[in-house]
């Protein structure tokens, strides 16, 4: 059964930096390229981040563009996204998730898995 799991969530003060990790149960890890979304309250949920296979390619969406890296560990099936200079509007549940498609997907509906969420909050 696959798995992913996140950790790393909590809260912090606006300016301030966590680093979320997302560990896969998934057979062959570097067959999937690996996203992180986010869900605020009352909101759809939206595309963070991704990055590719091997990890050469990443992309961000604009709103965080410059302030959070995704990286990926294959040899240990995790992938990571760094948040920096965090304000009060980053405050989501924040999820990964694995796609096995080829093509880099921003639509969540292109992925595979998801875990079950941390929660990131950023106070004013």
């Known amino acids: 059964q696959v798995q992913l799991v996140e950790s790393g969530g909590g809260e912090v003060q606006a300016g301030g930096s966590l680093r979320l990790s997302c560990a896969a149960s998934l057979r062959t890890f570097s067959n999937y390229a690996m996203g992180w979304f986010r869900q605020a309250p009352g909101k759809e949920r939206d595309f963070v981040a991704v990055?590719?296979?091997?990890?050469?390619?990443?992309y961000y969406a604009d709103a965080v563009k410059g302030r959070f890296t995704i990286s990926r560990d294959n040899a240990k099936n995790t992938v990571y996204l760094q948040l920096n200079s965090l304000k009060p509007e980053d405050t989501a549940v924040y999820y990964c998730?694995?796609?096995?498609?080829?093509?880099?997907?921003?639509?969540?509906?292109?992925?595979?898995?998801w875990g079950q969420g941390t929660q990131v909050t950023v106070s004013s």
């Open positions: 998730a694995a796609d096995s498609n080829y093509a880099i997907a921003f639509n969540d509906e292109n992925y595979d898995y």
């Open positions: 990055i590719s296979r091997l990890g050469k390619r990443t």
